[in-house]
């Protein structure tokens, strides 16, 4: 099973701040996916990245693909409260399409 | 569009005790995933169908955990005897396409207390 270490696990942090958060292996993926998830509530995608150094941005948050298909960032720019929730990076397995999940960063934003 | 349904929202049982979780994912997707997520860590997936096969089930604790998916469409995770450590969400999500480009839609979970 091909491991997602996310860091920080844990982030609490003032609005209008900034922040990034990792998702990294020592294995290579196919595809990586990012999902929001809120407390009662299943996961909701973000964004998926493909090609390595690829970039996404998505109103306020930047997504990247690292060059070696092994590890993804995610840059939010002047949190809202509405940012806060548990970030979860999934990537895709060469050969097998599994989608292996992170073990997720949760974000809470102080208003 | 309707999302994926599950039932039960929540369910407390006893150790030992049997627990079937049920859910029915969105029209016409193919794939159907059930997910253990124990509090605080991320998912991990437990079995995944392709219409009514198996395609991965290496995760899957099969001495207590059953799952079928009748006719390719609802489908039932089924924990016997339960034990305390399978208290967790169990998160049901479907897909058009299998494999990790495709966008996984996910239920709202079932919250399983194991006491």
């Known amino acids: 099973t091909q491991l997602l270490e996310q860091s920080p696990q844990f982030l609490s942090i003032q609005e209008g701040e900034n922040l990034t958060v990792y998702c990294n292996s020592s294995s290579v993926f196919s595809s990586l996916q990012w999902y929001r998830q809120e407390p009662g509530e299943g996961p909701v995608l973000l964004v998926t990245v493909v090609t390595g150094g690829e970039v996404k941005k998505l109103k306020r948050l930047t997504f990247q693909f690292g060059d070696a298909r092994k590890d993804s960032s995610l840059h939010i720019t002047a949190a809202q409260p509405g940012d806060t929730g548990l970030y979860l990076c999934a990537g895709e397995n060469f050969g097998n399409e599994k989608l292996t999940f992170g073990t997720g960063t949760r974000l809470t934003i102080i208003p | 569009e309707a999302g994926v349904a599950q039932s039960p929202r929540y369910k407390i049982i006893e150790k030992r005790q049997s627990v079937a979780f049920w859910c029915n994912p969105i029209?016409?997707?193919?794939?159907l995933y059930w997910y253990q997520q124990i509090l605080g860590q991320g998912p991990k997936l437990l079995i995944q169908f392709q219409n009514n096969g198996v395609v991965d089930d290496s995760q899957l604790p099969k001495d207590r955990f059953s799952a079928e998916r009748l006719k390719g469409v609802d489908s039932t995770l089924k924990i016997q005897p339960a034990k305390l450590e399978d208290s967790a969400v169990y998160l049901c999500?479907?897909?058009?396409?299998?494999?990790?480009?495709?966008?996984?839609?996910f239920g709202e979970g079932s919250r399983l207390t194991v006491l």
């Open positions: 999500a479907s897909s058009l396409v299998a494999g990790g480009t495709g966008e996984l839609f």
């Open positions: 029209s016409g997707h193919a794939t």
